[in-house]
C-alpha cells in the first residue's frame, strides 16, 4: 500500500476535489471556427494542401491567458494550452493540425491529505528545502508555483517553475508543437507499439508519454512503469517534464478537473492519440471505469499459466505477453523477487511488486463488451463514439483510485501513424532511452 501514497493522494484527493467541484480555475473554452477557404492550393512538388472545417470542440483553446511561473527565452509568460486548431487536406488525406506550447493551466487548491501527503514523502527531509513543504490547506498553487521542494536546476532558473517539481525532473520549457492528427484514422495489423516521447496530445497541449520510463532492470528487460516507478518524480497534477517537455504518463485529475469530469457518464475526449483515435477519460457511464483487459502475471501460477520455477521470482518472461497460452522462456536476467526494494532515478525506494514492470502483464483476451477494453486500450461500444482509446484507472476496496496499465492507449497503437506524425512506430523490446 505504502508504494503508492503518493498517488493515491494525487488520485483520490483530487477526485474528492473534483466531486466536490472546489476547483476555482475557469476553464474557458473558445471554439475556434475555423473558416472554410479553399483558397490557397499550395504546389509544393507534387503534394497538395488545402484548409478545411474540423471538429475542434475538444480543445482547450487559448490565446489570452498566460503562465505565472513559466516563462519563454525573453522571461514573458507562456501563453496556456492549445493555440490553435485547424484542418487540412494533404494529397486527399484530412488532418488536424493542433499548435501548442504545452504548458497547461492547472490551478490546485490544497486539501489536507494532499499536504500530508507531501510531508509524508520517504525523503521529505532532502526533498523540500526546509523539510516540509511551504503550503498549506486551502492555498490555490499555480502551475509552477514554488511549493519547497528542491527541484533541479536544469531550466528552472531561467524559465521557471523551481520548487514546484520534486528532485529530479527538469522543469519545462515553452513548446513550439505542430502536431498532425488523422481525423479518420486506419487500422493497421503492423505492431506499431508507442514508443519514449510524445506519443499523442491532451486536449490542453501537454504531451502524453506512453508507460515506460526507458529504464529497465535487466538490459532490455524488465522495464518499469512510469506509473509506479516516477511515483515520486510527478508534480501534484502528476505530470513532469523531461527535456522541457511537460508531459503525463498516466490519469492526471487536474485535466479532469478542467473538463469537469466527474464520472457520472462518459468522458469526455482527453486528449488524441498520435494515430488519430481520441483518447477519453476514466469513466464509460455513471460511475462505471472502463476497464483494461491487460492482468498481472500471476508468478505463483503453473509455466503452462505464466508462472516462472519458483513462486515469487522473475525468472522466466512470456513468450509472447498477447498470448499466454505459448507460456514462458527464461529470462535473459533475473528480475528483482516480487516485492523486492529497488532504488529509482531519484533515490526512492520502492517495492517491486507484481506489476511494477511491463513485463509483469499479459493481455487477457477477454470479450471487449461494454465497459471492456481490447489490448490496444480501447473500443467501439456502440454509442456513437466511434474507436475510441480510454484512460484506465482501477478502484482500491477502499474506493482510492489507481492507474491501471496501459493507463492510456496503447501498447501498441491500433491504426497507422502518419508520416508527418509526433510519434514513431516503436517495437515492444525498444522500450530504453533516456529517462522521460
Ligand atoms: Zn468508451
Ligand atoms: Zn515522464
Same mark, same amino acid.
Given at each position: 500500500?505504502?508504494?503508492?501514497?503518493?498517488?493515491?493522494?494525487?488520485?483520490?484527493?483530487?477526485?474528492?476535489?473534483?466531486?466536490?467541484?472546489?476547483?476555482?480555475?475557469?476553464?474557458?473554452?473558445?471554439?475556434?471556427?475555423?473558416?472554410?477557404?479553399?483558397?490557397? &492550393?499550395?504546389?509544393?512538388?507534387?503534394?497538395?494542401?488545402?484548409?478545411?472545417?474540423?471538429?475542434?470542440?475538444?480543445?482547450?483553446?487559448?490565446?489570452?491567458?498566460?503562465?505565472?511561473?513559466?516563462?519563454?527565452?525573453?522571461?514573458?509568460?507562456?501563453?496556456?494550452?492549445?493555440?490553435?486548431?485547424?484542418?487540412?487536406?494533404?494529397?486527399?488525406?484530412?488532418?488536424?493540425?493542433?499548435?501548442?506550447?504545452?504548458?497547461?493551466?492547472?490551478?490546485?487548491?490544497?486539501?489536507?491529505?494532499?499536504?500530508?501527503?507531501?510531508?509524508?514523502?520517504?525523503?521529505?527531509?532532502?526533498?523540500?528545502?526546509?523539510?516540509?513543504?511551504?503550503?498549506?490547506?486551502?492555498?490555490?498553487?499555480?502551475?509552477?508555483?514554488?511549493?519547497?521542494?528542491?527541484?533541479?536546476?536544469?531550466?528552472?532558473?531561467?524559465?521557471?517553475?523551481?520548487?514546484?517539481?520534486?528532485?529530479?525532473?527538469?522543469?519545462?520549457?515553452?513548446?513550439?508543437?505542430?502536431?498532425?492528427?488523422?481525423?479518420?484514422?486506419?487500422?493497421?495489423?503492423?505492431?506499431?507499439?508507442?514508443?519514449?516521447?510524445?506519443?499523442?496530445?491532451?486536449?490542453?497541449?501537454?504531451?502524453?508519454?506512453?508507460?515506460?520510463?526507458?529504464?529497465?532492470?535487466?538490459?532490455?528487460?524488465?522495464?518499469?512503469?512510469?506509473?509506479?516507478?516516477?511515483?515520486?518524480?510527478?508534480?501534484?497534477?502528476?505530470?513532469?517534464?523531461?527535456?522541457?517537455?511537460?508531459?503525463?504518463?498516466?490519469?492526471?485529475?487536474?485535466?479532469?478537473?478542467?473538463?469537469?469530469?466527474?464520472?457520472?457518464?462518459?468522458?469526455?475526449?482527453?486528449?488524441?492519440?498520435?494515430?488519430?483515435?481520441?483518447?477519453?477519460?476514466?469513466?464509460?457511464?455513471?460511475?462505471?471505469?472502463?476497464?483494461?483487459?491487460?492482468?498481472?502475471?500471476?508468478?505463483?501460477?503453473?509455466?503452462?499459466?505464466?508462472?516462472?520455477?519458483?513462486?515469487?521470482?522473475?525468472?522466466?518472461?512470456?513468450?509472447?505477453?498477447?498470448?499466454?497460452?505459448?507460456?514462458?522462456?527464461?529470462?535473459?536476467?533475473?528480475?528483482?523477487?516480487?516485492?523486492?526494494?529497488?532504488?529509482?532515478?531519484?533515490?526512492?525506494?520502492?517495492?517491486?511488486?507484481?506489476?511494477?514492470?511491463?513485463?509483469?502483464?499479459?493481455?487477457?483476451?477477454? &470479450?471487449?463488451?461494454?465497459?471492456?477494453?481490447?489490448?490496444?486500450?480501447?473500443?467501439?461500444?456502440?454509442?456513437?463514439?466511434?474507436?475510441?482509446?480510454?484512460?484506465?484507472?482501477?478502484?482500491?476496496?477502499?474506493?482510492?483510485?489507481?492507474?491501471?496499465?496501459?493507463?492510456?492507449?496503447?501498447?501498441?497503437?491500433?491504426?497507422?501513424?502518419?508520416?508527418?506524425?509526433?510519434?514513431?512506430?516503436?517495437?515492444?523490446?525498444?522500450?530504453?532511452?533516456?529517462?522521460?
Amino acid at each position: 500500500m505504502k508504494k503508492f501514497n503518493i498517488l493515491n493522494y494525487i488520485l483520490s484527493s483530487l477526485l474528492v476535489c473534483t466531486l466536490a467541484a472546489c476547483d476555482s480555475s475557469d476553464t474557458e473554452e473558445t471554439t475556434e471556427e475555423t473558416t472554410t477557404e479553399e483558397t490557397t &492550393t499550395e504546389e509544393t512538388t507534387e503534394e497538395t494542401s488545402t484548409s478545411t472545417d474540423v471538429d475542434t470542440s475538444a480543445w482547450l483553446i487559448n490565446n489570452s491567458t498566460i503562465s505565472t511561473y513559466i516563462s519563454d527565452d525573453s522571461g514573458n509568460g507562456v501563453v496556456e494550452d492549445v493555440q490553435s486548431v485547424e484542418g487540412e487536406i494533404i494529397d486527399d488525406v484530412e488532418y488536424m493540425v493542433v499548435k501548442t506550447t504545452g504548458i497547461p493551466k492547472y490551478d490546485v487548491t490544497m486539501t489536507q491529505d494532499m499536504v500530508d501527503a507531501l510531508n509524508d514523502r520517504p525523503k521529505a527531509n532532502s526533498d523540500f528545502s526546509g523539510g516540509e513543504t511551504t503550503v498549506s490547506v486551502g492555498d490555490e498553487v499555480l502551475f509552477g508555483q514554488d511549493i519547497g521542494y528542491n527541484s533541479s536546476s536544469e531550466y528552472c532558473d531561467d524559465t521557471g517553475g523551481a520548487g514546484y517539481w520534486p528532485p529530479g525532473p527538469g522543469c519545462p520549457l515553452e513548446q513550439d508543437t505542430e502536431a498532425y492528427f488523422t481525423v479518420e484514422p486506419t487500422d493497421t495489423d503492423e505492431e506499431c507499439a508507442t514508443g519514449l516521447n510524445t506519443v499523442g496530445l491532451m486536449v490542453n497541449g501537454t504531451a502524453i508519454f506512453n508507460w515506460g520510463d526507458g529504464m529497465s532492470y535487466g538490459s532490455n528487460q524488465w522495464y518499469n512503469l512510469a506509473p509506479v516507478a516516477e511515483q515520486y518524480d510527478v508534480d501534484i497534477c502528476g505530470g513532469h517534464a523531461a527535456n522541457g517537455t511537460y508531459h503525463h504518463h498516466f490519469y492526471t485529475s487536474c485535466l479532469a478537473s478542467l473538463l469537469e469530469d466527474d464520472g457520472d457518464e462518459h468522458s469526455p475526449i482527453y486528449g488524441f492519440s498520435a494515430d488519430g483515435y481520441p483518447l477519453y477519460g476514466p469513466y464509460e457511464s455513471d460511475g462505471q471505469l472502463a476497464i483494461s483487459a491487460w492482468e498481472k502475471r500471476d508468478y505463483g501460477a503453473s509455466e503452462a499459466e505464466g508462472g516462472c520455477d519458483t513462486p515469487g521470482e522473475r525468472t522466466c518472461v512470456l513468450v509472447d505477453e498477447y498470448d499466454i497460452s505459448q507460456g514462458v522462456v527464461a529470462a535473459d536476467s533475473n528480475g528483482p523477487d516480487i516485492g523486492e526494494d529497488v532504488t529509482t532515478l531519484s533515490s526512492n525506494t520502492i517495492a517491486a511488486d507484481d506489476g511494477y514492470y511491463y513485463e509483469d502483464y499479459y493481455y487477457s483476451q477477454a &470479450t471487449v463488451t461494454g465497459a471492456m477494453l481490447d489490448e490496444n486500450n480501447g473500443h467501439d461500444s456502440g454509442d456513437g463514439k466511434g474507436y475510441h482509446y480510454h484512460i484506465t484507472l482501477t478502484e482500491d476496496t477502499d474506493g482510492t483510485l489507481l492507474p491501471s496499465f496501459p493507463y492510456q492507449m496503447g501498447p501498441r497503437f491500433k491504426a497507422e501513424l502518419p508520416d508527418n506524425s509526433i510519434a514513431s512506430c516503436s517495437t515492444d523490446d525498444e522500450q530504453q532511452g533516456p529517462p522521460p
